[in-house]
């Protein structure tokens, strides 16, 4: 295998979900990683030790490596833009965690400069990647649902009071946004790549029971643009533990529902004459995963050096990652404003 073929990678952001990033890339043969940046120099050096890699504690250092050709950011969501824009700049890839910005705004200028910079952007959504999803997404691009009637995307998650507190930018509405912006927007994305463009979004948010800025309860009705419904409920507030989180899709001719933990478990998969079809699914499907972190970082990862190496678009582009984004500030401005929102959103 040449250099050209191994893709070099760079980690910024050692924190809780950095592992599932380098992790993914040293199992993959065509990937090789390079280093790794905190600015808490202790974290990066301990990531760093575990594969023999370069430590930094500032990412425009990281960001000068000629070896490195794809940055993936872990940093809290509030730096995500700025970071991803410096690094489209220093003619690096950019792999970018969910959220990939806090506003429109910088989204939209993140996606700008990597276009202008001739750079590829992928956002990390990896339950795309779930293989309950994927059956899912086939089923659905086969046009076996019929017409589309309605979803709906729940999470019923436990995040407690120690886990925001473990960082200043949790919960925050500049750095994290609540549980829509940060747990529930994964499966905000697969109920909108399931349904298709939303027309008008009405939600309410509430703060109830943790001390932090923003929401840990939030719900919203939608309505999309080819007549289907949908309903969204995300709760960190779960008593005791993680309960589920699960995405329902039906359709004249179909019902399907993914719940488990993560969107990893087919629940219901209903369609005409698919009695033998759902024996082999539930006999082969995955379990749960040990996280809800999930399966997918190693495959959406996987999908990034095709594109860079096909010269092709990552399968959650930056296009794709802006579309759950919208859909959660549309629920926060329906929430200031009492009103039902109209899409596309007119940020204040
Ligand atoms: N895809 C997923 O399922 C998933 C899961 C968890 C977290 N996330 C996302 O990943 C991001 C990080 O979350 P986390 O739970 O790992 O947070 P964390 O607080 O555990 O880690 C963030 C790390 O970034 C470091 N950091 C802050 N600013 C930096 C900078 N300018 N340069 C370099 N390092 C910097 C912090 O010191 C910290 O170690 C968030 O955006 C979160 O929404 C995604």
């Known amino acids: 295998m040449t250099a050209k073929e191994k893709l070099g990678f760079g980690v910024i952001g050692c924190g809780r979900i950095a592992p599932k990033h380098t992790e993914s890339i040293v199992a993959l043969s065509d990937a090789e990683l390079i280093a790794v940046c905190d600015v808490v120099p202790e974290k990066a050096e301990s990531l760093a030790q575990k594969y023999n890699v370069e430590a930094y504690s500032d990412y425009q250092e990281l960001l000068q490596r000629e070896d490195i050709d794809i940055v993936t950011i872990a940093t809290p969501s509030g730096s995500h833009a700025e970071i991803g824009i410096a690094a489209a700049k220093a003619g690096k890839h950019v792999m970018v965690e969910k959220p990939m910005a806090m506003t429109l705004a910088e989204a939209d200028l993140l996606i700008k400069t990597c276009r202008d910079c001739g750079v590829k952007l992928a956002v990390i959504h990896q339950n795309r990647f779930n293989k309950s999803i994927k059956l899912l997404r086939a089923a659905l691009e086969a046009g076996r649902f019929g ?21 200043p930018w949790r919960g925050t509405k500049l750095q994290d946004g609540g549980v829509l912006m940060n747990q529930s927007i994964h499966n905000i994305d697969l109920l909108q790549w399931m349904l298709g463009e939303v027309d008008t979004v009405f939600g309410y948010t509430a703060t109830a029971l943790r001390q932090i800025e923003m929401e840990d309860v939030g719900t919203a009705v939608l309505k999309f643009k080819n007549g289907a419904l949908g309903l969204i409920e995300a709760a960190a507030t779960i008593y005791p533990k993680n309960i589920e989180e699960t995405l329902n899709i039906f359709g004249e001719t179909g019902s399907v529902i993914v719940g488990g933990i993560a969107v990893n478990r087919i629940e219901v998969w209903e369609f005409p004459d698919s009695e ?17 972190y999930g399966f997918g970082h190693r495959e959406i990862i996987e999908d990034m050096i095709r594109a860079v190496k096909t010269n092709s678009s990552p399968a959650v582009s930056g296009e794709e990652g802006r579309k759950a984004l919208e859909i959660v500030l549309a629920i926060y401005k329906s929430q200031q404003t009492g009103q039902p929102v109209k899409l596309p959103l007119v940020e204040d």
């Open 147 to 167: 017409k589309l009637t309605h979803g709906q995307a729940t999470i019923r998650w436990n995040r407690n009071q120690e886990y925001y507190d473990q960082a």
């Open 276 to 292: 033998e079809e759902k024996k082999q699914i539930f006999a082969a499907q995955e379990s749960d995963p040990p996280t809800v």
